[in-house]
């Protein structure tokens, strides 16, 4: 953006290279040495095997139906907060938040309290309809979507907000309902914000698991999700921990720079 | 009842009653911020008022209705065409909101941007339009969808002189077999007198005056109409005094005869106005004057030089 090459206004200050070239090292290296520490020549034998692939499908279904729930709930709350006035919405903007800061294993702890077998949700539900969500596929869901969701709605709201309403008054006097008017134009002009937000939703889900431990356990082939099967992994068998860790690095990265090509690049 | 009458009340902003005949083109014209663009987005519904606006003998406020189901055509400053659709989807955008089946109503928006001769860019976005192009495509928008009330708020603001005379005639051509009622805010005395059959002066929240384009510009009430048609105006009680600028004689000392028509001041700016200078004098009242470029020199016409300004009372017409 200027017309310098930066060199006619003196070296950088080595108070701003020297932090800054360790912020670098602390984020490669330890990817780095993970690629390099690697054991290879086992990368398909583990992939293979079923506890794996178990772990691998659990994380898969998880992270997309997370981000299918983010984008069907979410944009709805989103709207509502960017074009509705309705008394408590700071209050509950600022709510909506709370779980990005939350320490994940707290998210497991109030889910637990909200929807556990005895929570105060989860009780009724159980009585009425034998159903309980814990220790279920559907309870890493409800726990990915808890954690997930903040991210995927800030998005799209600030999409929202950056768009502002103006299009929304030009539908309105060419006759347009709200609902076509949030269809044919709201929708599309906020198209980027929403794909921003659910790959940072699909991010946030996938790499998901103190809440999901506490709330939904870690039993193999129902609720164990990657992250988890890394962590069972580590205490025993190591090796087999890192390539666990570079199956799922690997799918991270590979899906972020498809993302990243069709979308994230457009303005 | 056919035709428009509203009696706009915006708290604070603006108090206007108006009544127009089917097929009127109504300029409202008054300088920023007298409340001319209030006045379009109240009837549109885009504000709140009280007061009442009833279209073609429909009450449109009581009970109140939305937007969405006023009928109107809002064009705006700035076009605000939807970025992501095409210019054939923009224009069809009106008539699939009030049900037209998809394929017919993108037939009848080619035929708008036909009209508009715009076709050849129909399935251009908006992002690939020049202002001219894209405020055809607006007007298209807002006139298909058949709008018993036309709000044109500055069409032409923004556009290149020689594109926005060029759309200036355009649309003097649709309004004339439009006939439902237009209203265009403008800054450009050319459009009230091209366009509209009623100028609507509004200053200060209030409506000024109300009457033809010939009326309002020989006999101007507001310093604002004054200087678009090029007069000065004064009130006088409760009459108005208006004299052309040529009519104005500068000296630098106290001129002879009546003390009516005659003010010490100083002036303000001089510009060159076709093949006379314009000056524009501080006087109390402020004046502009036509002077030869000679008169200019030889008096040491420039900001800041005290002069006498006088005017012939036969040069001064006088009205209510």
């Given amino acids: ?267 | 009842m056919r035709g428009l009458s509203a009696d706009v009340r915006v708290d604070g902003r603006l108090e206007a009653e108006l009544t127009t005949e089917p097929g009127a083109v109504v300029a409202v014209i008054g300088p920023n911020g007298a409340g001319k663009t209030t006045l379009l987005r109240a009837l549109a519904g885009l504000v709140s008022m009280t007061g009442s606006v009833e279209v073609d003998g429909v009450s449109w406020t009581r009970p109140a209705r939305l937007v969405r189901d006023r009928n109107v055509g809002l064009v705006f400053q700035d076009q605000l065409l939807f970025p992501h659709l095409t210019a054939v989807d923009n224009v069809a955008f009106g008539l699939r909101s009030r049900g037209v089946a998809g394929a017919e109503a993108e037939t009848t928006a080619r035929d708008w941007l036909t009209r508009f001769a715009v076709a050849e860019l129909a399935d251009r976005k908006p992002g690939q339009l020049s202002g001219g192009q894209a405020q055809r495509v607006a007007i298209a928008r807002a006139l298909a969808p058949a709008p018993s009330l036309l709000l044109l708020d500055e069409p032409f603001a923004g556009l290149d002189v020689g594109v926005a005379t060029a759309l200036r005639i355009e649309l003097a051509r649709h309004l004339a077999s439009y006939d439902g009622i237009t209203l265009l805010v403008t800054h450009d005395a050319l459009d009230a007198l091209t366009l509209a059959d009623t100028v609507l002066v509004i200053d200060d929240g209030r409506v000024a005056q109300y009457g033809t384009p010939q009326n309002v510009a020989a006999r101007p009430r507001t310093d604002h109409v004054a200087r678009l048609v090029g007069l000065n105006v004064i009130r006088e009680h409760d009459r108005f005094r208006s004299f052309s600028p040529s009519a104005v004689t500068v000296s630098l000392a106290r001129p002879e005869g009546s003390a009516r028509n005659q003010w010490h001041g100083t002036v303000l700016s001089a510009v060159t106005h076709g093949d006379a200078v314009r000056l524009l004098v501080d006087a109390g009242p402020q004046l502009i004057a036509d002077v030869t470029p000679g008169a200019t020199v030889e008096l040491g016409l420039v900001p800041g030089r005290e002069v006498w300004v006088s005017v012939k009372e036969t040069a001064i017409s006088t009205y209510a």
């Avoid at chain 1, 290879?40 to 794996?52: A, I, P, Q, Y």
């Avoid at chain 1, 997930?148 to 030009?170: H, I, N, Q, T």
């Fill in chain 1, 1 to 267: 953006m200027t017309d310098t090459d930066g060199r006619t206004l003196g070296r950088p200050p080595l108070s701003l290279v020297i932090p800054g070239a360790l912020a670098a090292a602390l984020l490669v290296l330890p990817l780095v040495t993970l690629v390099l520490d690697t054991p290879w020549r086992n990368f398909f034998d583990e992939l293979g095997s079923t506890v794996v692939l178990d772990a691998l499908g659990i994380t898969a279904i998880a992270s997309g139906v997370t981000v299918v729930a983010c984008v069907l709930l979410g944009t709805p709350l989103a709207w509502l907060l960017a074009r509705v006035e309705f008394p408590g919405r700071a209050v509950l903007r600022a709510a909506v938040t709370v779980p990005l800061v939350l320490p994940p294993v707290v998210a497991g702890v109030a889910l637990v309290t909200a929807l556990g077998r005895n929570g105060l949700i989860g009780s009724v539900l159980r009585d009425a309809t034998g159903i309980t969500l814990p220790y279920t596929i559907t309870a890493v869901v409800t726990a990915h979507t808890f954690v997930s969701m903040p991210f995927y709605v800030l998005s799209v709201e600030g999409a929202l907000r950056a768009s502002g309403d103006k299009y929304d008054v030009v539908a309105a006097t060419l006759g347009a309902t709200r609902w076509t008017t949030f269809r044919r134009v709201t929708l599309p002009l906020a198209m980027p914000g929403l794909v921003a937000g659910a790959a940072l939703a699909w991010a946030r889900s996938l790499g998901e698991f103190g809440a999901t431990i506490t709330f939904a356990g870690n039993y193999p082939g129902t609720t164990q999700t990657m992250p988890s099967l890394i962590y069972t992994t580590l205490q025993s068998r190591p090796e087999v921990a890192r390539t666990l860790s570079m199956i799922l690095l690997v799918v991270s990265i590979a899906i972020l720079a498809a993302l990243r090509n069709r979308w994230l690049t457009t303005p």
